[in-house]
């Protein structure tokens, strides 16, 4: 176990870096609407939204890596703007936590998003949104395995790690965009596809004069079909696609949602599963009603550290939250 920790520590400092630039993601991706596209900001039925999802990844292999996030969405001017059209703005928040904690990132923002109707009846939507955060890094090198703390009896982890600080701190404000469409018909079948692109300033984390280290863009693709298969049940299936200079990732799957009641259909009960290719089978499991859903999912490693991890991966929650209009 400590010899697991210890090697993984040292990988991850080695590569310090390109950590400090990566993103955190959630495998439900989908119960976190403001983080995957700036355009689904207000973008939902209703007055008001609250999202909340919390990841627990790696527990196995040493201190596990933590985020969660936070956010809050509504829609505006209704009453002002072309009817089928909405205008939203929303909160954000993200806090994570990696490499046995020597690593956090805070960030907190602001997203709005303006959906056009693309007809008269609103089965057709085209949504395009902005988001722009402060976010706050943190290294702390205590935290950290060093190599000349390593002696012929061991590890020692109070020996000095031999750097001139214990860490740094950096804050910069960083954009984001994305474009979304949605469609229906009249049997109630349902699609979106959309794009958001991340960093697009390519805000600087300097924390040295020597160095120049600015955050990539990472442009994130995603879509998802919806259809009743029968009066009480209907598939969701979806995916998304992300890339950046340093990461890229491709998940997939689906959800059967089962009505409860079958006469006023208030609560649903929901069951699928997911791949994020080369990496993770994600069984999910749910439960619905009109204000409220929640999700658990857990991550199955199938990569190449999933002898270290025992192919354990990531708890992750989620809950969605809404006021519904007219009450």
């Known amino acids: 176990m400590r010899y697991r920790f210890l090697l993984i520590s040292i990988i991850y400092f080695c590569i310090i870096n390109k950590c400090f630039s990566q993103d955190p993601h959630f495998s439900q991706y989908f119960s976190s609407p403001l983080l995957l596209n700036p355009a689904n900001t207000g973008l939902f039925s209703g007055d008001i939204r609250f999202s909340s999802n919390y990841r627990n990844q790696w527990r196995s292999v040493s201190v596990p890596f933590t985020t969660a996030t936070f956010s809050t969405d509504f829609q505006l001017l209704n009453k002002y703007i072309t009817k089928g059209d909405m205008f939203g703005i929303g909160i954000i928040g993200v806090v994570d936590q990696s490499n046995n904690r020597g690593l956090k990132a805070n960030s907190i923002g602001v997203s709005t998003a303006y959906t056009k109707a693309l007809d008269e009846r609103g089965y057709s939507k ?167 859903q929640i999700g658990i999912s857990y991550d199955i490693s199938t990569s190449t550290i999933k002898t270290a991890t025992k192919s354990r991966g990531g708890f992750e929650l989620s809950v969605l939250m809404f006021v519904l209009k007219d009450q």
């Open 126 to 292: 085209l949504g395009i949104g902005f988001q722009g955060v402060l976010t706050t890094k943190k290294i702390d090198y205590n935290r950290f395995v060093f190599s000349r703390q390593f002696t012929p009896f061991g590890f020692d982890n109070t020996l000095p790690n031999g750097e001139p600080i214990n860490g740094f701190i950096i804050s910069y404000p960083d954009f984001s965009t994305g474009i979304i469409y949605t469609g229906m018909n009249s049997l109630q079948s349902n699609w979106y596809f959309g794009g958001s692109y991340y960093h697009f300033t390519r805000p600087s984390e300097n924390f040295s004069s020597q160095n120049e280290m600015r955050l990539q863009p990472r442009v994130a693709l995603h879509a998802g079909y919806n259809f009743a298969i029968n009066e009480v049940n209907r598939l969701y299936l979806s995916s998304i696609y992300m890339n950046s200079e340093i990461t890229q990732e491709f998940l997939f799957g689906g959800v059967m949602e089962t009505y409860i009641n079958n006469y006023n259909y208030e609560s649903r009960f929901l069951a699928g599963i997911f791949h994020r290719v080369k990496d993770a089978l994600i069984p999910y499991f749910g439960f619905s009603t009109e204000k409220l």
